[in-house]
């Protein structure tokens, strides 16, 4: 077999991810109900306090806090408590911490592909923060080369197709993400495999898009060995 570069993301691809989140903004929620409207209220008002935050600031942590607070201070107006306020900060670090949980079959998978192909863990955020999950996870050296990016459109694949020499009809991006893995990656000229993960972030979904390349569905990291 010819030896393919496989870009691979990280977050709800090698690990969880957002469950974490999620469940982060459960307690979010369940702290605010005093305040009296209802929990689709809350969380309608965090998506967009969210969605003008990662405009602002990108994606992390510490923007997903900031987001916390500015929902909190703006439903709570006068009545905001700065102990509520503690308490979110509680709930961030919390999450901050939390020690990665790598996906079913990943590592014997990288160990098996990282002998044939050159593999290139691709993430997006904040550059210390996935820096720190990647050291963490132990998964760093099957890899060539780490990449973090501030966001993954087509733009910022032609970037590393340029720099890393890929050539297009061997090079793959690996993830569960239709936005930011699958149609950038597809429409700058890659092949794509994607791995859906049922607990997606809501702001990565979006309809699979045809592109110059080809694609592959798989349900688990673990099929990829049959792959490549
Ligand atoms: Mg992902």
Redesign the pocket.
Known sequence: MPRHTLLI?????LWE?NIFFEKTIDDFISSLEHLGYTREYIRYILNETERRNIRQHGYGVRCFGRSLEDTYLKLAGNAARREVVKEIEQMVHLLERTPPQILDGVPETLAYLAKHHRLILVTKGEAAEQAAKVERSGLQSYFDAIEIVAEKGRDAYERLIGSFKIVKSYGWMV???PK??INPALQSGLNAVFIPHPNTWHM?HAEIESGAGRLLIINTFRELRAHF
Do not use: I, L, P, Y
Not at 9 to 13: H, P
């Open positions: 993301d990280a977050d709800d691809t991810n993830g569960n993400s930011s893995d990565e």
